[in-house]
């Protein structure tokens, strides 16, 4: 699934917060944003890997949630909510695409790495892919109960999230075709290694691209 629909359900486990511990919401929806956020902080280093953990983040929400129920503060929630939302993200990739540079073609056999068993999870598809319309209505849904409950910087923060949603699914079939010319002409004036520090599915793209280039040529 896109970030904005990570970033969004990630908010939304903090709902619970909100209505039982009001003091804690801001705190609560922040720490869920940030978490929903996080493991796609690996975007380009061994994405859906380096940063997904979706056994132990699951391990580690179980305590986290515990504390943050029988000894509230600020670290807490914090903790409970932003680990939750990692685990969530982490999870829910699964029912996604695959890590192929055009996931709604289908030919990858990769959505999330598990590091507790040493293996890739195939994806499910049940979202179809990161962009799809489908993808679009779970951000939709999820921003509605948080604009019911937001108001300054947080209501701006869901706004611009559904905001981002809606552009990007707009764009997201466009994408790989825009971004592989783009990355095409930068491999032929940057150093190799720079290249090889691509992930896989920009470098395949790349090299297709040039074979394509180089047989129109001969």
């Known amino acids: ?15 619970p917060v909100v209505w039982t511990a009001p003091e804690y919401a801001g705190i609560g929806l922040l720490a869920g944003f940030l978490g929903g956020v996080f493991p796609d902080l690996d975007m380009y280093v061994g994405h859906r890997k380096t940063l997904h953990y979706p056994v132990v983040y699951t391990g580690l929400a179980v305590p986290a949630v515990a504390v943050g129920i029988f000894v509230p503060s600020t670290l807490t929630i914090a903790l409970a909510v932003g680990v939750t939302g990692a685990a969530l993200h982490s999870r829910s990739d699964v029912y996604g695409g695959g890590l192929e540079l055009r996931p709604w073609e289908g030919t990858s056999d990769r959505a ?7 293996r890739w999870i ?3 598809r049940w979202i179809g892919y990161d ?4 993808d679009l209505a779970l951000s939709a849904v999820s921003a509605v109960p948080l604009l019911v409950i937001t108001d300054g910087w947080l209501e701006v923060l869901v706004i611009a999230s559904l905001g981002i949603a809606v552009v990007y699914t707009a ?6 075709s825009i971004g592989l010319v783009v990355l095409t002409d930068l491999a032929e004036r940057v150093p190799g290694p720079v290249v090889d520090r691509l992930p896989d599915r920009y470098r395949d793209g ?6 394509a280039t180089t047989d129109g040529n001969a």
């Open 206 to 211: 790349i090299d297709g691209e040039l074979q």
């Open 171 to 176: 764009v997201r079939r466009h994408l790989p």
């Open 122 to 124: 195939g994806p499910r």
């Open 112 to 118: 999330v790495y598990d590091h507790y068993r040493g």
């Open 131 to 134: 962009g799809s319309p489908s």
């Open 1 to 15: 699934m896109m970030l904005p629909t990570h970033a969004l359900w990630g908010m939304v486990l903090a709902l």
